[in-house]
């Protein structure tokens, strides 16, 4: 059963000009305080785009956080909001043959997880009655949907190229069997997106190096790179007081794990050595067990945090210590926005167009990032003037007007060349 909300959207005078209906699909009904960085990136996005667009929102009902908060978000600025209950889980990790099908079948599990005839068909429904200009098909998952939206154009927001970061995931896998299990994953995921991809008449990729893998695979789609956004706010007097190093971060999500167990396992004894009493803070929903076990070196297990501004704010600088994923790391925007230092790894750093040591430091290994954290937390001047520079960085190159701009522009470019195939195809049809 279908759970849909019909919003009611504010009085429009009369004049004004009608806007265009556009469809967007989602893995879960995200919103401000959902808990994931990208999901709250996506609802920004959202709010924008509700100003020059009716919007048909369509998810699966799950959301790690406030639901109740997340339909009211939702319904405040959407024509309408369908939620689909979630299938039922299965193929999980001890499935040998769900591991082994994910190739055969082109069908990674986490897709199988949300394969939906729900989904399939309410989001048919919408393209059938709404007349929208575009559907866009937000995260990979989402992509499975691209031949159920009609003759509605279909832009899959990428978010995170699973063709790059799981094949970084494979490559970074130590021993025989998690390194088989990881690259029948990326193996999957390859198939996956070669297939669904070239379905969609455009793609959207937050990160140059997506962009140019999607390009080499897909010549002929257009692909739009459309960087992550950031709202640069102010700095907080007395901000840093807090005095700790934060690292947040949905920790069901394999890079943020692994980020994690290379933090506390190679980088912050080294940290610890030199800066005896600074703090490490982990913020964010399903933290590891094991992080607690660390409580003695100084680390203290936050979970989930109401206010970004309020950790970044009492934090001393921010960790992005990734070693595989792909798109952008929205932990380093979300920092770097609120004027707190960051220390990253080259991968952390993507997609940001940073300079190493002039916006954030950046260090290869476990070595390097330890001694960039020891040079950040030991120096207000250094502190200073990485958040200095990272903040002018964002005003000039992450602006929000800029990628609400190009977004639409592409979408209204999707439904005018679709149109321009269909009459074509018309025109023959009576001509022959």
Not at 171 to 188: M, P
Request: hydrophobic share 45%; net charge neutral.
């Amino acid at each position: 059963m279908l759970d849909t909300i019909t919003a009611r959207p504010a009085p429009v005078p009369t004049a004004a000009p009608r806007r265009p209906s556009l469809i967007i699909a989602a893995p879960w009904p995200y919103h401000p305080t959902c808990g994931i960085g990208g999901g709250v990136l996506c609802f920004q996005l959202l709010e924008r785009l509700a100003a020059r667009y009716a919007i048909h929102f369509v998810a699966f009902d799950q959301v790690p956080h406030d639901a109740e908060g997340g339909r009211r978000a939702l319904q405040r600025l959407c024509a309408s909001v369908t939620l689909v209950p979630m299938p039922a889980a299965s193929g999980g990790l001890s499935d040998k043959w769900g591991q082994l099908s994910q190739v055969v079948l082109r069908q990674p599990r986490e897709v199988r997880g949300m394969a939906s005839p729900a989904m399939a068909r309410a989001i048919a429904h919408l393209a059938a009655t709404t007349d929208a200009e575009a559907a866009l098909l937000q995260f990979p998952q989402m992509a499975q949907y691209a031949g159920d939206c009609g003759d509605v154009p279909v832009a899959v927001d990428t978010q995170d190229v699973a063709i790059v970061s799981r094949f970084r995931e494979w490559r970074s896998a130590r021993g025989g069997a998690k390194r088989l299990t990881r690259l029948v994953a990326w193996l999957a995921w390859l198939r996956y997106e070669l297939h669904w991809y070239a379905q969609a008449d455009g793609l959207v990729a937050l990160s140059d190096n997506d962009q140019g893998v999607l390009r080499s695979f897909f010549p002929d789609t257009p692909c739009l790179l459309s960087p992550v956004a950031a709202e640069i706010l102010p700095r907080a007097p007395g901000r840093g007081r807090g005095g700790y190093a934060a690292f947040i971060g949905n920790f069901d999500h394999a890079p943020n794990r692994d980020a994690l167990e290379w933090l506390l396992a190679a980088i912050w004894p080294a940290v610890r050595r030199e800066l005896p009493e600074m703090e490490l803070h982990i913020a964010g929903p399903g933290i590891p067990a094991f992080a607690a076990d660390h409580a003695a070196e100084g680390v203290v297990v936050r979970g989930f945090v109401e206010s970004l501004d309020d950790f970044y704010g009492d934090a001393r600088l921010a960790l992005v210590p990734y070693r595989f994923g792909g798109g952008t790391k929205i932990k380093a925007l979300d920092a770097m926005a609120r004027g707190c230092p960051v220390v990253a790894t080259p991968i952390g750093a993507e997609g940001l167009g940073v300079t190493p040591g002039v916006e954030m430091e950046v260090a290869i290994d476990a070595a390097g990032f330890a001694a960039a954290v020891v040079r950040v937390g030991g120096s207000d001047t250094l502190a200073d003037r990485l958040a200095d520079a990272a903040q002018h960085h964002l005003a000039r190159h992450f602006s929000w007007d800029g990628k609400v701009r190009m977004l639409a522009a592409m979408l209204e470019e999707l439904g005018t060349a679709r149109r321009a195939r269909s009459g074509k195809a018309v025109r023959e049809t009576v001509g022959g």
